[in-house]
């Protein structure tokens, strides 16, 4: 079993910076992918970002240029940089991680329990 201790959401006005960590611990050499998904009021859950233990990166259109995603694979701990903020973004981020190299929905084995990020215009 993998547990995943997520931090960082909170409330930001338009244009800010919020940076969420995602600690990884149980089970860890199970995991071969790990990123975020999120999931606004009356939308579909989607994949934000996501990184494989061979550095391979992958952004959903909508955050591309603006969210970076990173890990420190000493401290099993993944880390999403949000910046330029906007009110669209506002919805609860879940860390996820998965056994392949794929973070796409059917794959993910592990879920946080979710952050809520607040973007007020």
């Known amino acids: 079993q993998v547990q995943l201790v997520e931090s960082g959401g909170g409330l930001v006005q338009a244009g800010g910076s919020l940076r969420l960590s995602c600690a990884a611990s149980?089970?860890?050499?199970?995991?071969?992918?790990m990123g975020w998904y999120r999931q606004a009021p009356g939308k579909l859950r989607e994949l934000v970002a996501a990184i494989t233990r061979g550095n391979s990166l992958n952004y959903a259109d909508s955050v591309k240029g603006r969210f970076t995603i990173s890990r420190d694979n000493a401290k099993n701990t993944v880390y999403l940089q949000m910046n330029s903020l906007k009110p669209e973004d506002t919805a609860v981020y879940y860390c996820?991680?998965?056994?392949?190299?794929?973070?796409?929905?059917?794959?993910?084995?592990?879920w946080g329990q979710g952050t809520q990020v607040t973007v007020s215009s």
């Open positions: 149980g089970s860890i050499f199970s995991i071969n992918a």
């Open positions: 996820a991680a998965s056994r392949g190299s794929s973070l796409l929905s059917p794959w993910v084995a592990y």
